[in-house]
């Protein structure tokens, strides 16, 4: 696999929605727009009663932001449309009103924890440790920090923003609230996602779409709220420490 891609399954009234990016599943912003609309159609479908939301490759779930488009900012509004990338995947992930299964196969970083955070049921291998890495090139959280805090408390939230530079292993963010199981291997995950996926099948739709208005309850600004999270992280990316940073990355 080299190219980009996000596709989708649908069967059995199961819609799996997968992204891929060789450079670790990190997302430039024409991967984060169609992640976005897919999710929304799938949300729109009357033949969808759950979806499962994966990455493809075998490693690491998502490395977040994409460096090339990062370094690529020149302007606040160009930096605040990137960064609007990963709000649109939120808040479509959000308003969906179907169940969402994350299935978190590897590390996930940054913009990637936000992803997982917004899921509304999130399982994960043991390898599956994850990090907010943006404070490291000058940045922060800003966006996915409403979603990761929703799932960790405040309390988790602020301790891997602070911790730029750690990697919080599968057990602790099982135990935080992102993660429901965590199993040994990608195999046993695949079976339990599976397994579940089928399981909510079963269920009364209208129900669980009422149960998912009463879990996301609270949420109804952030269209307005991740947006100016957006436009602070457009901001500090031309910041003189975020470019020097982002340099060693080239």
């Known amino acids: 696999m080299t190219a980009p891609y996000v596709k989708e399954h649908i069967g059995s009234g199961i819609a799996t929605i997968e992204f891929f990016h060789p450079a670790h599943n990190s997302l430039p912003g024409d991967i984060l727009a169609k992640l976005a609309a897919t999710i929304t159609e799938a949300g729109e479908n009357d033949d969808v009663k759950v979806i499962i939301l994966k990455s493809g490759g075998d490693r690491t779930f998502c490395a977040g932001a994409s460096f090339k488009e990062l370094i690529n900012i020149e302007d606040a509004e160009t930096g605040k449309v990137f960064f609007s990338g990963f709000a649109n995947v939120i808040n479509s992930m959000r308003k969906c009103p179907k169940f969402i299964i994350g299935r ?20 994960a291998t043991k390898y599956a440790s994850i990090k907010l890495s943006e404070l490291n090139v000058g940045i922060g959280p800003f966006v996915v920090g409403p979603a990761v805090e929703r ?29 429901a199981k965590v199993f040994d291997s990608t195999e046993e995950l695949d079976e339990a996602v599976r397994a579940f996926a089928e399981q909510l099948c079963g269920y009364n739709p209208e129900a669980m779409r009422e149960m998912k208005k009463v879990f996301w309850q609270g949420t109804e600004n952030w269209d307005e709220l991740l947006a100016e ?7 500090l990316v031309l910041s003189e420490f975020t470019k020097e940073t982002l340099k060693r990355f080239k």
């Open 104 to 123: 978190i196969q590897g590390k996930t970083v940054g913009g990637g924890v936000g992803v997982a955070s917004a899921t509304d049921f999130c399982m």
């Open 229 to 235: 999270r957006a436009a602070i992280s457009g901001r």
């Open 151 to 179: 799932k960790l408390g405040l309390s988790g939230m602020s301790q891997i923003a602070i911790d730029a530079n750690a990697f919080y292993d599968a057990e602790w963010a099982r135990q935080k609230g992102l993660f």
